[in-house]
Every structure is written in C-alpha cells, then in structure tokens.
C-alpha cells in the first residue's frame, strides 16, 4: 500500500488560525502561513514563516516544509529578580523511506535585545508541533508553557485496497 502525503493548496484548511498568503510563495501551488505563539504569560514570543508544498524530482514527488522562526524575549527583568530566558521547542514527523521519523528540537533566547532565530526544512512532514515557555538560564525545566500547538498537519489519503 501507498501513502500519499497531500501538502500546498489541498491542505490550507488543515492550518486552523495561521494566516495564509499564496502570492509570496516560490510556486503558485506552496502555502506560506505565517504563524505567532506565546508563553502563558506572555514574556516569550515566537513568530515564524512556513512554506509547504511538493516537488517533482526525477519520477518522485515528495512534499516539504521550510520553517523560519524567530524566538523573542520580552522578559527584561535581571534573572535576580526572577528574570527568565524565552524558549520553545518543537517536535515533528516525517516520512522516510516507508517509515516515520520523529524529531524534537529546542530554542533559548536570554538576550531581550535581538530574537534567536533557526530554520527547519522538513522533507515529507506530516505535522510540526510546538509550545512556547520560558527557562533560567542554564535550567532544564520550562516553566510558564502555552499549550501544545499543532502548527501544521499534512493530510494523509490511504488508497483503497482494491481485492
């Protein structure tokens, strides 16, 4: 059986609130969603731009996501005053090779000057899931997280098994 992983124009309903906008992206059939979250309490902000959508290479069609965030602190009080880093951190899957593979990855941003940023190219993703905290600096634990949110979800169509 065959998986077939949908991604671009079929899938802008699977966004939930993201906000979409076609013509900035390098083909008329991607889907650029520009996408914000925060901590519970406000102090830390991620802000990212995705793009997602296929490619033809050779006889295979393969579908990706690029993510290009930016993590914010707005938390300017001295870690002696109870001061805290912003930190997010993300888990995704992908399809390789017959097999899904799973990811988590984080981000700390102490500076309240400059936003840390990264970018994450993900090749036959089916979601890309994320929260917003915040962390001491050098600390283990996140505190003040916002939910787990699912940034994106490809829809996945099963063909019918045919007898």
Sequence with gaps: MKLLIVVGAAAAVVFGSATFSAAAA?????????????SDNNRAV???????????SGDTTYTFLDVEGSLYNRDTRPASRGGLCAYVEWRTRALYRGSYV??????????????????SPITNPTYFDLRVCQIAKGGTEPVHCGDWQRAFQARIYRPLQTH
Excluded at 26 to 37: I, N
Excluded at 102 to 119: R, V, Y
């Design 102 to 119: 799973d990811g988590a990855h984080n981000l700390t941003q102490c500076d309240t000057k400059s936003p840390a940023t990264f970018s």
């Design 26 to 38: 390098a083909d008329p059939q991607d889907v650029v969603t520009t996408w914000k979250y925060k």
């Design 46 to 56: 991620f802000k990212a731009t995705s793009t997602s959508g296929s490619r033809v």
